[in-house]
């Protein structure tokens, strides 16, 4: 009887362990975070794309705007630092723009202005556009890995656990 309740509760130890893990987990790869380099800061990397050109980066932001191309998908986002589990920080100041492209069509309604998206990709170079009055040169990021954020306030897509002693309610 001690046996199989000892089992019981380390199984739900492990499980549990399991659970808390994956919540923690990050939204790139491990395999695309390792070729990422972590050296590159977005000021140096707006001042001056070129340098950069072939070097991996993880960046993130707010889109702007989406445009499909015959193709490939151009999207413009504007910068925000990376917070916990390389989420955008929509509070953070940010440094400037950049355009994330991928190949294929991804759905305007989907990647919609004011998502908050993470991207890992190698830098191409620069594309200078018109802002406002203005010549801007953003910085291009071919997407190796894209996660685009639940919106704010949206249903959770995990299941919701709640560990304690005594009777409660959960909506």
């Not at 794309?49 to 993130?60: C, R, S, T």
């Not at 400037?96 to 305007?108: E, K, M, Y």
């Not at 249903?155 to 560990?163: D, E, G, N, V």
Request: glycine share 10%; hydrophobic share 35%; charged share 25%.
């Amino acid at each position: 009887m001690k046996a199989k309740r000892y089992i019981t509760h380390l199984l739900c130890l492990v499980t549990l362990t399991g659970l808390v893990m994956t919540g923690c987990a990050p939204v790139i790869s491990k395999k695309a975070l390792k070729e990422v380099d972590q050296s590159v800061r977005f000021e140096e990397l707006l001042e001056n794309p070129d340098a950069y050109e072939g070097k991996i980066v993880l960046l993130g932001g707010e889109i702007i705007k989406t445009e499909n191309l015959p193709d490939k998908t151009v999207i413009i986002v504007l910068q925000r630092s990376l917070g916990y589990n390389q989420k955008p920080d929509s509070e953070g100041e940010s440094k400037g723009r950049f355009i994330v492209s991928t190949p294929g069509f991804l759905d305007p309604a989907i990647y919609r202005p004011r998502r908050e998206i993470t991207v890992a990709g190698s830098v191409m170079g620069k594309e200078v556009r018109p802002l406002g009055e203005l010549g801007y040169a953003y910085p291009i990021i071919e997407k190796r890995e894209l996660y685009i954020w639940p919106p704010e306030g949206a249903p959770a897509t995990t299941p919701r656990f709640h560990i304690g002693i005594g009777i409660g309610k959960t909506f």
